[in-house]
């Protein structure tokens, strides 16, 4: 029988529905669900945070080692910090869907009733809770090797200038990280795009950063909040607009 | 195989057409498959069995044509019919880290399951008792019938089977046999395409068949009126 069989090859225009739609999980329910995935292959493997971390510090090491000074201060401080912490966080950029593209994830998450942005959601939370791990070994290693002493009065607003970078070192790096997965060189990829895309980060936060690291510890001119706090606004929500289309064939 | 008439289509397609590139991985597929019936996709590799499970699924956009699952046309409804949807692929879309039962979870979590179904699935493939080791430790006969526990887990409608059997030992093609074979259901038959590269066994229980060589359709017809000789031909 050829494939133009009439009886079985005719079909009506409209097939009348079968059965109720499947029930939809919500946003949430579905971030939580993928973000504890997350977690739990990440302790169990080790493979983001302990090589993120073993990085930050090693260059901290040659930073100390090369520049031959006991300490340093300001802007050359802060722009040591953060081109660390920036080049750190590709590495688990670099890592984040490999598992989901290599071992099915994504053909898991497509076939269920789930709205693709959690899968945004989660994997930018799971970046920010390994970047927010890393920073919890890299400052104080960071501050012992190239500052000679304590992170001291700025500590509190620090703390806030590194949250903002975070935000947007998390989303563009989940954006970035979805781009490159399904490409062979995603490795080179990666990072070809987003250092770029996070210079701006970069900007912002070294030039926050820097009067909290000088020899007279000053205050956070409020501009380079602004600055990182908007682009991470507009970043997210360009991420959350394209996300979808990212996991379409 | 009792051909159900009165049953609404359950897949429709009428010259469904997917491109890799300039390559036409499905040139023209049109058939119908009405509820509770079974297609078997046959045909030798690369022939566009796997693109055909894929667009069904939801996984591709077909490039040309009408393609209708379960009343929805996609891909622009592909929304409603996910989650209706249990496909068993090659890849057994399993996390290697996770225990069985950890990655049974999660698929529970995202398709709204109710956790006891997880054990329940479990124990229905044979895996209670080693529910707790990670995937990447068990055999690949194990993590199929783990896979297949992923595939049921949420009491699809439509089942897309690629190989269901392969690693499976004779006594756990039995026991899937309940769970995923023709007659598994009877209160509520489920519509089930399988690719299979065991003509007889495929043409054995299913209600249509389907011939593709090199993505085209190559043969239509009733499984009844169909012979294992015949479909042979598509693999030389």
Redesign the interface.
Known sequence: ???S?PA?????A??????P?????GLL??T???M??EM??EL??LESVPGMALFAVSTFVVFHFALNRTSVSGSLAAGILWVTLLFAAMLAVNRLFV?DAE???F????????DRSALLLAKAGSLLVYLVALEVVALPAFALLLLGTSLGPGLGELIGVVALADVGLAVIGTFVAALAVRTRARDLIGPLIALPLLVPIAIGASRGTAPLLAAHAGTVQVRWLLLLGLYDLVFGLIAYAVFDFLL?? | MAVQEQAPPALVLEGVVRRYGEREALAGVSLTLRAGQTLAVLGGNGAGKTTLLRLLGTLLRPHAGRLTVLGSRLPAESWAVRGRIGMLSHEPLLYRELTSRENLLFHARLHGVREPRVDEMLAAVGMARRAQEPVKTLSRGMVQRVAIARTLLHEPELLLLDEPRANLDPAAGELVEELIGPGSDPARPRTRVLVSHDPRAGIAEADLVLGLRAGVPVLLAPAAAVDAEQVMELYR
């Open positions: 029988m050829s494939a069989e079985l090859v005719s079909a009506p409209v097939a009348p529905a079968l059965a739609p499947a029930r939809r999980v329910a579905a939580a669900a993928i504890r995935k739990r292959v169990r493997t598992a071992q099915g994830g053909d898991a998450l497509l076939l269920a009733p789930v379409e064939d």
